[in-house]
């Protein structure tokens, strides 16, 4: 078996979609000061692009929990493997994730932020598999929604593999005879 990958969102349009979620945060959080709370290390790409196009005052800070394993189920608890350096309490935090697939992930996590008391806390996708979802998560921004298809690049891995591609694709398995 070997894998393919196939372009499903191309650079450009991907870099357009997150230009436009920029303005659209920006608007939505005009006058307030916006911290941003990356899901490592899917989000990362996705923040880092984003942030430049938020022009209220921007912090970052960053955040591991895991619950995949090196396959492409979700367990359905999460681990801390990495917690954010900065308190929450009182800010205007909007998470941002790579995908949201069964929302097990971003449920758990929510809960976890929302009992440090921010002002306030919204979360962001690049994608989302609404298809997939086993708990419901209110999501307040998606780039794109997607069926339900194991994709990588822009911060989206496949065993590790692929997140340094600009562009969103979609793993094919070919067998090789
Ligand atoms: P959830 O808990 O099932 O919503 O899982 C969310 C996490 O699973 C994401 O943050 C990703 O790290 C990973 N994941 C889910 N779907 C994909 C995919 O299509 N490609 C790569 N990673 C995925
Ligand atoms: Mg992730």
């Given at each position: 078996?070997?894998?393919?990958?196939?372009?499903?969102?191309?650079?450009?349009?991907?870099?357009?979609?997150?230009?436009?979620?920029?303005?659209?945060?920006?608007?939505?959080?005009?006058?307030?000061?916006?911290?941003?709370?990356?899901?490592?290390?899917?989000?990362?790409?996705?923040?880092?692009?984003?942030?430049?196009?938020?022009?209220?005052?921007?912090?970052?800070?960053?955040?591991?929990?895991?619950?995949?394993?090196?396959?492409?189920?979700?367990?359905?608890?999460?681990?801390?493997?990495?917690?954010?350096?900065?308190?929450?309490?009182?800010?205007?935090?909007?998470?941002?994730?790579?995908?949201?697939?069964?929302?097990?992930?971003?449920?758990?996590?929510?809960?976890?932020?929302?009992?440090?008391?921010?002002?306030?806390?919204?979360?962001?996708?690049?994608?989302?598999k609404p298809e997939r979802?086993?708990?419901?998560?209110?999501?307040?921004?998606?780039?794109?929604?997607?069926?339900d298809?194991?994709?990588?690049?822009?911060?989206?891995?496949?065993?590790?593999?692929?997140?340094?591609?600009?562009?969103?694709?979609?793993?094919?398995?070919?067998?090789?005879?």
């Amino acid at each position: 078996m070997s894998e393919r990958i196939e372009v499903v969102f191309s650079e450009e349009t991907v870099k357009e979609r997150i230009r436009e979620m920029g303005k659209q945060i920006s608007a939505a959080y005009e006058g307030k000061e916006l911290h941003l709370i990356c899901v490592l290390r899917g989000g990362s790409f996705f923040m880092c692009e984003l942030a430049k196009y938020i022009t209220v005052p921007v912090s970052i800070d960053f955040m591991s929990v895991s619950s995949y394993g090196a396959g492409t189920e979700s367990s359905g608890n999460i681990k801390i493997n990495k917690d954010l350096d900065d308190p929450i309490a009182g800010k205007h935090v909007l998470v941002v994730e790579d995908i949201i697939d069964s929302g097990r992930t971003l449920s758990h996590l929510m809960e976890l932020l929302e009992s440090r008391r921010p002002e306030s806390l919204a979360l962001c996708t690049l994608l989302d598999k609404p298809e997939r979802r086993v708990i419901e998560v209110d999501v307040d921004y998606i780039g794109f929604e997607i069926p339900d298809l194991f994709v990588v690049g822009y911060g989206l891995d496949y065993a590790q593999k692929y997140r340094n591609l600009p562009y969103i694709g979609k793993v094919c398995f070919d067998n090789i005879s």
